[in-house]
């Protein structure tokens, strides 16, 4: 008998083999849609559903995909976010148009071509100092009720159905990438060489409102949810971001200790997402706790090793992802997209531990039809036993 969606992510997840392989997509901005080939969907099979946007945020671009178009899509997961808060959406709204958009930490984005923006506004892009970061009037409010009042009765509906596996995703860049918005990359890379105490400050403090957040967003869910997501970019096309010691001296002891709060309050898994080539830290990310990785950018470094990766870390890690939107997804043909999902299953799909998706959030340079071939080669190809 085939199992429910829930059903069938929590077999995978435990590295037990589902009857297919659970299919992640439509859920958070690393999971999502873009605007434009959500459209193009609804086209092609017929939906009529407003365009909305996911954290109620359309500088952002990604959709908030309607129920009918995420059952044909034949997702397995559904998502629980938070929202800024009603002041700062609000200002958002009611700003003028084409002025940048700021979020609730100050930082923002600036339109850089119509309908495309681009996170440009650092608000704490001279600081050198801890002093400079108790000086910035910017910080949030994570007391805000505006950012989770709805929390609880959407995840509580979800879990009621039975149907479908809940990935809950609090709108955080976690510290690393809230940093780089503060300050910019650059400056926040140079002042880890340059201002090491500064920058320890910096991460350690962002950290005390992610955990702030976390910890309001996961008492409202209480035990309505199946898997929260997390992450920090820390990976490039080629290699990392920083230095394996670098990450190991100034992340892994704050990432150690985020999950941990998450572990302590919730028996959800946790979900970590990394763009780029981050083979080099996946024994530290298991070591911390990270339940699943996420996006297993194929494109990128050893990364595109997959048979490496299962037979190194699939006993202890899942895989969700897998599906280029390098090149494959965006440039390919319907028949290179079903070949490579495919590929992907077979090699990751073994012995559970694998969950497909596309690598990140499909962009706007994606065909509407590449994404339906992608979801429908899950349900052709991805049936236990893999052959």
Same mark, same amino acid.
Not at 38 to 43: L, M, P, Q, S
Not at 54 to 60: G, Q
Not at 199 to 213: G, V
């Given at each position: 008998?085939?199992m429910?969606?829930?059903?069938?992510?929590?077999?995978?997840?435990?590295?037990?083999?589902?009857d &297919?392989?659970?299919?992640v997509i439509?859920?958070?901005n690393?999971?999502?849609?873009?605007?434009?080939?959500?459209?193009?969907i609804?086209?092609i099979i017929g939906?009529?559903?407003?365009?909305?946007?996911?954290?109620?945020w359309?500088?952002?671009?990604?959709?908030?995909?309607?129920?009918?178009?995420?059952? &044909?899509l034949?997702s397995?997961?559904r998502?629980?976010?938070d929202?800024?808060?009603?002041?700062?959406?609000? &200002?958002?709204?009611?700003?003028k148009?084409?002025?940048?958009?700021?979020? *609730?930490?100050g930082?923002?984005?600036?339109?850089?071509?119509?309908?495309?923006?681009?996170?440009?506004?650092?608000?704490?892009a001279?600081?050198?100092?801890?002093?400079?970061?108790?000086?910035?009037?910017?910080?949030?409010?994570?007391?805000?009720?505006?950012?989770?009042?709805?929390?609880?009765?959407?995840?509580?509906?979800?879990?009621?159905?039975?149907?479908?596996?809940?990935?809950?995703?609090?709108?955080l860049?976690f510290p690393?990438?809230?940093?780089?918005?503060?300050?910019?990359?650059?400056?926040?890379?140079?002042?880890?060489?340059?201002?090491?105490?500064?920058a320890?400050?910096?991460?350690?403090?962002?950290?005390?409102?992610?955990?702030?957040? =976390?910890?309001?967003? $996961?008492?409202e869910l209480?035990?309505?949810?199946?898997?929260?997501?997390?992450?920090?970019?820390?990976g490039?096309?080629?290699?990392l $971001?920083? *230095?394996?010691? =670098?990450?190991?001296e100034?992340?892994?002891p704050?990432?150690?200790?985020?999950?941990?709060f998450?572990?302590?309050?919730?028996?959800a898994?946790?979900?970590?997402?990394?763009?780029g080539?981050?083979?080099?830290l996946?024994?530290?990310?298991?070591?911390?706790?990270?339940?699943?990785?996420?996006?297993?950018?194929?494109?990128?470094?050893?990364?595109?090793?997959?048979?490496?990766?299962?037979q190194?870390f699939?006993?202890?890690?899942?895989?969700?992802?897998?599906?280029?939107?390098?090149?494959?997804?965006? $440039?390919? *043909?319907?028949?290179?997209?079903r070949?490579?999902?495919?590929?992907v299953?077979?090699?990751?799909?073994?012995?559970?531990?694998?969950?497909?998706?596309?690598?990140?959030?499909?962009?706007?340079?994606?065909?509407?039809?590449n994404? $339906?071939? =992608?979801?429908?080669?899950?349900?052709?190809?991805?049936?236990?036993?893999?052959?």
């Amino acid at each position: 008998m085939p199992m429910t969606s829930r059903e069938r992510v929590l077999t995978a997840i435990h590295h037990e083999e589902p009857d &297919r392989v659970p299919l992640v997509i439509g859920v958070s901005n690393a999971t999502g849609i873009k605007m434009k080939p959500y459209r193009g969907i609804k086209d092609i099979i017929g939906v009529q559903a407003p365009d909305e946007y996911i954290y109620d945020w359309p500088e952002l671009g990604t959709a908030q995909i309607d129920e009918q178009t995420m059952r &044909r899509l034949h997702s397995d997961v559904r998502g629980v976010l938070d929202l800024e808060p009603e002041a700062v959406r609000q &200002r958002n709204s009611q700003r003028k148009p084409h002025s940048d958009c700021i979020d *609730s930490w100050g930082s923002g984005q600036t339109e850089i071509a119509p309908g495309d923006w681009f996170p440009n506004v650092h608000p704490l892009a001279d600081a050198t100092s801890p002093g400079d970061l108790d000086s910035y009037q910017g910080w949030p409010d994570m007391s805000d009720p505006t950012r989770i009042a709805h929390v609880r009765e959407a995840a509580r509906r979800i879990a009621e159905e039975n149907e479908y596996a809940i990935l809950a995703t609090p709108w955080l860049l976690f510290p690393f990438e809230r940093a780089h918005a503060m300050q910019g990359l650059d400056v926040f890379l140079l002042n880890m060489i340059e201002h090491p105490d500064f920058a320890r400050a910096m991460l350690e403090r962002i950290a005390d409102y992610c955990k702030q957040l =976390m910890g309001c967003f $996961l008492q409202e869910l209480g035990d309505n949810v199946d898997i929260i997501k997390i992450g920090d970019d820390l990976g490039t096309q080629q290699s990392l $971001l920083i *230095s394996p010691k =670098m990450y190991r001296e100034f992340l892994k002891p704050i990432h150690a200790d985020l999950i941990s709060f998450i572990k302590e309050r919730t028996k959800a898994k946790v979900f970590f997402h990394s763009d780029g080539d981050v083979a080099p830290l996946i024994d530290d990310f298991i070591e911390i706790g990270v339940d699943i990785l996420n996006p297993i950018q194929t494109s990128a470094g050893t990364m595109s090793d997959l048979p490496a990766l299962k037979q190194r870390f699939g006993d202890n890690i899942v895989f969700c992802g897998g599906i280029d939107t390098d090149r494959v997804l965006p $440039l390919g *043909s319907v028949d290179d997209v079903r070949q490579e999902v495919r590929r992907v299953m077979q090699t990751l799909g073994p012995g559970g531990g694998c969950m497909i998706g596309a690598v990140h959030t499909v962009m706007n340079d994606v065909p509407a039809e590449n994404v $339906l071939a =992608m979801v429908d080669a899950v349900e052709e190809f991805g049936r236990y036993p893999l052959k």
